[in-house]
Nanobody
Framework: QVQLVESGGGLVQPGGSLRLSCAAS????????IGWFRQAPGEEREGISC????????YYADSVEGRFTISRDNAKNTVYLQMNSLKPEDTAVYYC???????????????WGQGTQVTVSS
């Protein structure tokens, strides 16, 4: 059974950092396309980063390029999102998602975690 569990969210001041974790079970993370998404209240879900199985590369949305870094620990079967220089507009619920197909980062995903809240505020 595929399961994704996010953790690491919280309240942080502008300019601060957080590292989100996405612990996976039921599959091997480096064999799947893994994406990070976020959704702020009243807004559509936004894809922000992923490792795609199509070419093995990492991709980022323009809104987070240079500030966020996706990584994975194959031994722990976990994907991380390091978030630096956080801004109030980064406030959202953050989700990780997984799909077994080689695909674009911003397409449909079969499996989703429950989300973790990130709030950037002074």
């Amino acid at each position: 059974q595929v399961q994704l569990v996010e953790s690491g969210g919280g309240l942080v001041q502008p300019g601060g950092s957080l590292r989100l974790s996405c612990a996976a079970s039921g599959f091997i993370v480096n064999e799947y396309t893994i994406g990070w998404f976020r959704q702020a209240p009243g807004e559509e879900r936004e894809g922000i980063s992923c490792f795609t199985n199509a070419d093995g590369n990492a991709y980022y949305a323009d809104s987070v390029e240079g500030r966020f870094t996706i990584s994975r620990d194959n031994a722990k079967n976990t994907v991380y999102l390091q978030m630096n220089s956080l801004k109030p507009e980064d406030t959202a619920v953050y989700y990780c998602a997984a799909d077994p197909l080689p695909k674009s980062c911003w397409g449909q995903y079969d499996y989703w975690g429950q989300g973790t809240q990130v709030t950037v505020s002074s």
